[in-house]
């Protein structure tokens, strides 16, 4: 019995050990897409160059401290025959002054360049590309706020996308930041179910808060053209861990295309089983169910509650339901519509009850907007 129980401690010891190791090498990869120290523009450059100053300091820091109490431990060890305790310094007044004075120096290092990056990035650059950010329960709204960026064949309104935020390359982006709810409004105006979110895509840019009621800002530029994966970095609820997002930047031919097919509205339905798919879409469901447009839009036709639909399958549209599947995933897209709920718990988007034909006829609908 005494040899099983002196055998448990050690085998728990192993295992915690080999876990750790194993984070350890998770942490070492090279080509994780939430890589800070892999950056892919000049904000998410200047953000590590600020990063790795107290990083160094620490890593400094570390060393001599765990280095000093490994020497005094081997030092000063208990030897046998050695009784007498090793003579005790007390009140060295220079050291206090140092170990006060140094730490002090030291923050003030660190926290000059990080405060004067934190007000440069809050600045908006004159000729920055505008785009408001929109945080919901649980997905991400992107709304282009210039002037050129518009679209409606009547009164004119933002291009507006969700889960994936298109961008151009070798342009600043200046980001507004605000908190939006689940999608619905209280009776005087103001969004539910509003909390906070943190937007980061670590290649990009840093951590910056969404807050109800207040609008943040963050400054930042795409170098080459490619696909970037971000997500909510502050516990927003049930889905925290499932509101994600990317950022698909093209290179300047690409970016005009992707603008003029966005300000074309949605695609001309020719296929019948799409075409009934868009008669479900655009009309009341049957038996009082609802309606889609009553939440979502697709061109000029309904509500802003919800993703805007209009260029669901367009290329650069790689995911939906808060970038949690790919866009291409038919079977992903028809578990969406059979019950949001059994595969998103808490998702605002109630069950319609539809019928598997309405399903399919919707799902073709979708694929046909491009």
């Known amino acids: 019995m005494r040899t099983m129980r002196s055998r448990v401690p050690r085998k728990l ?129 992107f709304q282009y706020s210039d002037s050129d960026m518009t679209v409606g064949s009547g009164e004119q309104r933002p291009i507006e996308i969700a889960d994936v935020m298109v961008v151009p390359t070798g342009r600043e982006i200046y980001l507004s930041l605000e908190a939006e709810g689940g999608g619905a409004k209280n009776t005087d105006g103001t969004p539910d179910f509003q909390v ?81 798919g868009e008669e479900i879409f655009m009309n009341p469901l049957s038996g009082g169910r609802g309606a889609c447009t009553a939440c979502h839009a697709v061109g000029d036709v309904g509500a802003a509650a919800a993703p805007n639909l209009s260029h669901f399958n367009e290329p650069t549209h790689q995911c939906f339901a808060g970038c949690n599947w790919d866009t291409s995933d038919v079977d992903a897209l028809k578990a969406w519509l059979r019950n949001p709920n059994a595969v998103k718990l808490g998702a605002k988007m109630p069950n319609y009850h539809l019928s598997e034909d309405e399903i399919n006829a919707l799902v073709a609908y979708l694929y046909s907007l491009t």
């Open 13 to 141: 010891l192993w295992v915690v050990g080999a876990i750790l190791l194993t984070l350890l090498l998770v942490g070492c990869g090279k080509d994780l897409p939430q890589n800070t120290f892999n950056p892919a523009g000049p904000t998410a450059q200047s953000e590590k160059d600020v990063l790795m100053v107290p990083l160094i300091i620490a890593g400094i820091v570390f060393v001599l401290v765990e280095g000093g109490i490994l020497f005094l431990a081997i030092k000063f060890r208990h030897r046998k025959g050695k009784e007498r305790m090793p003579s005790q310094l007390h009140g060295n007044t220079r050291l206090e002054l140092g170990w006060t004075v140094a730490p002090a120096v030291l923050l003030a290092v660190v926290m000059v360049p990080a405060i004067s990056l934190i007000w440069k990035l809050a600045q908006r650059p004159p000729d920055a590309m505008q785009i408001t950010v929109q945080g919901y329960q649980w997905w991400w709204g």
């Open 196 to 276: 906070i979110h943190s937007f980061w895509v670590p290649e990009l840019f840093g951590k910056q808060d969404v807050v109800p009621g207040r609008t943040n800002h963050i400054t930042f530029q795409v170098d080459e053209p490619g696909t970037y994966t971000g997500q909510c970095a502050e516990f927003c609820g049930l889905q925290h861990g499932r509101m994600k997002l990317r950022v698909v930047a093209l290179d300047p031919d690409d970016w005009e295309l992707w603008v003029v097919n966005q300000q074309q509205g949605p695609a001309l339905v020719s296929d019948p089983l799409a075409k009934q």
